[in-house]
Each structure stands twice: as C-alpha cells, then as structure tokens.
C-alpha cells in the first residue's frame, strides 16, 4: 500500500533527527511512512550505519535520563500517600518507562516509591506506637489515682482511729474537738461535723479535714474522715 501523497510530501519536508526518530519508534507509524523515512534517508545519503549510529546514541540517552520533578513526586505520592493503592498507579507508570526505554527512569521511580512508602508504613506504626503508649500511660495513671485513694482513706483511717472510739459520748467529742462546724438529727441518729483547724500539721499530713460521726443514744456508732478540699 502506497503512502498517501500529502504525508510523503510532510514527511519530505522534515529533517534528518524527524526522520530517525520514526525509525525509532516504528510503532507509532504506519509501515508505509516508516519504509518511506528509511528510502529517505538513503536518498539524502544517510547511510545504515550512520542511522544505526544514532538510533544508539539515543537509546543511550533514554536509557540514563534521569526523572523530571514532576515524575519523581508522582512517584513520592504514590508511595508515600496511596500506599499499597499507588502501586498499581506506579507499576503502569514504571513500565511505560522500560517500554519507551527510559530504563533510569524507571528503576528510580520503583525507588522512590518504596522509599515513600516506608515513610508512609514508618509514620503508621510510629502513630500506632504513640496511640499504645498513650492508651497505657492513661491506664497506669489511672490505677495510680485509684491506688492513691485507697492509700489515702487508709492513711486517714489509721489516722482517727485512735481519737474516735464507738460508745464515746458526743459530749466528749465536744470536749476534746470543739464545737461540731455542722450537725443535723434524724429521729434516731445525730449527725456532727468536725473540723481539724489548719494548724493541725498531722492531720493535714494526713490529707484529713476532719470527720463526721454519727450517734445514736448520744454514742458513737460509726464515723467517716472528711477530707481536705482546695
């Protein structure tokens, strides 16, 4: 089949690189226009060698180009933001690359990727990490106030226990403390706050603010510590 007139008179037209760079991509032209190229360069004198000489040279150029900005970051953000995803994205483009004879290219985009897609796995596992530690450092600060309470409702009942005897007269308690800050009646208990004043260096030691009794005949039956609140 015979080229078509208007393209033989293009192709005529064109210089030498146009003409080799149609050899060099053969598959991108019909066989007639790249039959044509070929006559055409023998007409101009170009010889086998001469082309060959240069189909080889460019080769060598493709094939240690480096990536374009544009390339590499394409490649970072398949690796470092698609993860697993972007490498369906990053082998299409990788083979593009080997195919067109862009070798360097392409062994540096599969480098790139898996560069950033460390970072990307890295960052992960670093937040994964950081979230467990979080996670823990709450739990063992909170069985520490947990712990910290127990230790203080002991550390105030170890405190009172000497000075609050069940069946001692609130008349004593009266006596000994003072005044009650607070007291109420039921119709068969009696309920009495009281204070220890700030003075008090044992018991503010001791985290109490005072204690509440509760009296039934004017006995103690049972006490609680309050506790001191800033």
Not at 88 to 104: D, P, T, V
Not at 150 to 160: S, T
Request: aromatic residues 12%.
């Amino acid at each position: 089949m015979a080229i078509e007139p208007d393209l033989a008179k293009s192709l005529s037209e064109e210089p030498n690189q146009e003409l080799i760079a149609i050899l060099e991509k053969p598959d991108d032209w019909t066989p007639e226009a790249v039959e044509f190229a070929r006559l055409e360069l023998s007409r101009r004198s170009v010889s086998s060698a001469e082309i060959n000489e240069q189909l080889a040279a460019r080769a060598k150029q493709k094939a240690g180009e480096p990536l374009t900005f544009l390339e590499a970051a394409c490649s970072a953000l398949y690796g470092g933001a698609l993860g697993l995803i972007g490498l369906a994205l990053l082998r299409s483009q990788a083979a593009r690359f080997k195919s067109e004879g862009f070798f360097l290219k392409s062994a540096k985009s599969w480098r790139i990727y898996w560069m950033a897609f460390g970072v990307w796995v890295s960052t992960i596992l670093v937040g994964v990490a950081i979230a467990a530690s979080v996670h823990r450092s709450r739990s063992r600060e909170q069985a520490r106030v947990e712990l910290t309470a127990d230790q203080i409702e002991q550390k105030a009942r170890a405190f009172l226990q000497p000075y609050l005897q069940l069946g001692d007269s609130s008349n004593n308690f009266i006596a000994r403390f003072g005044s009650p800050v607070y007291s109420y009646e039921t119709n068969q208990k009696s309920f009495l706050y009281f204070n220890f004043p700030l003075s008090d260096h044992k018991a503010m030691a001791a985290g109490i603010g005072g204690f509440m009794g509760i009296f039934t005949n004017n006995q103690l039956v049972h006490w609680e510590p309050t506790y001191i609140s800033f």
